[in-house]
């Protein structure tokens, strides 16, 4: 793309909105597709028109109770309508990237991936994960809305740790051939090797894997972000907030080349990944 396109046409993403609702999903396979994810593949007639476009789509699921195995969970306001009731009981809900949404050519019936990362400490998603079985069911509700990955960017940087995969992936599988991809990880470097093979594998593309030293804002340093590359980086919150505050105000970058998402904050447990990744410097 020619160096003096704009960075708001270079980096643009269609944005579409979707119907908001909750839908009863069934567990119709569990597999490994490396060895620290476990992936549960999701069915049911409530997905005919489920729609997930973009690469940091999140859908957000709702898992039994721990203890009792009661699935508390909203429901749809009516067919076809937007919108969802809320029960008044406690939930047990958790955001995750649907993978892989297609047609199950032996039901007919839509169908997507959701890979489970393992922990040594599971919290209610990675343990029910462990135990899923074909016919458990959930409720999955959202996305609301799409963002699809841009388009016309010359370069893909990815600083993600193993919790964003996932999105990662979708990163890899939705950018041009053209595009070149870069993938940072902040990870142990024994874990390099299954990373490489997951994005390889779930991307459709060889990407090369290093590990971040230092800060994000180091690797991203490291790395370098010139007015081609798009970057998407997220994990753990806190270790967001550096390279958040070296992309906006040390390097100014364009905010529509660049996003950022806290999947998880140490040391509390739901983390919502629309708060704000530097609570004192939200987006304005």
């Keep these: 793309m020619p160096e003096n396109t704009p960075a708001v046409d270079r980096f643009a993403r269609q944005r579409v909105r979707h119907r908001f609702t909750a839908r009863e999903v069934t567990v119709t396979a569990v597999s490994s597709p490396v060895e620290p994810f476990i992936r549960v593949t999701l069915s049911g007639p409530d997905l005919h028109d489920f729609v997930s476009d973009g690469p940091a789509d999140h859908a957000r699921l709702f ?66 994960a462990a135990a899923a079985k074909p016919g458990d069911r959930l409720v999955v509700v959202g996305p609301r809305g799409s ?14 740790d193993p919790s964003a995969l996932p999105a990662a992936a979708r990163w890899i599988a939705e950018v041009p051939e053209r595009t070149e991809i870069e993938v940072v990880a902040d990870a142990s ?28 804002a180091d690797a991203a340093a490291d790395a370098g972000i ?57 987006e304005e």
């Design 63 to 128: 898992f039994p109770h721990p203890l009792t195995g009661e699935l508390v969970a909203p429901t749809p306001v009516g067919p076809g309508e937007d919108g969802i009731v809320r029960p008044e009981a406690p939930m047990f809900p958790r955001d995750f990237t649907p993978l892989n949404l297609r047609t199950d050519p032996e039901t007919g019936l839509r169908a997507f991936d959701v890979d489970f990362l393992q922990h040594p400490d599971p919290g209610p998603a990675s343990a029910w």
């Design 189 to 216: 470097p024994a874990d390099l090797d299954w990373i490489e093979q997951y994005l390889r594998e779930q991307g459709g593309r060889e990407v090369a894997v290093t590990e971040a030293f230092g800060t994000l």
């Design 226 to 282: 010139d007015e081609g590359t798009f970057l998407f980086a997220a994990g753990e919150a806190t270790r967001l907030i550096p390279l958040r505050r070296l992309v906006k105000y040390e390097y100014g970058v364009p905010r529509e080349q660049y996003a950022l998402s806290g999947y998880w904050k140490r040391g509390m447990a739901n983390f919502d990944h629309h708060a704000p990744i530097d609570p004192e410097d939200p």
């Design 147 to 160: 963002a699809t990955a841009p388009q016309g960017a010359d370069r893909l940087l990815l600083i993600v």
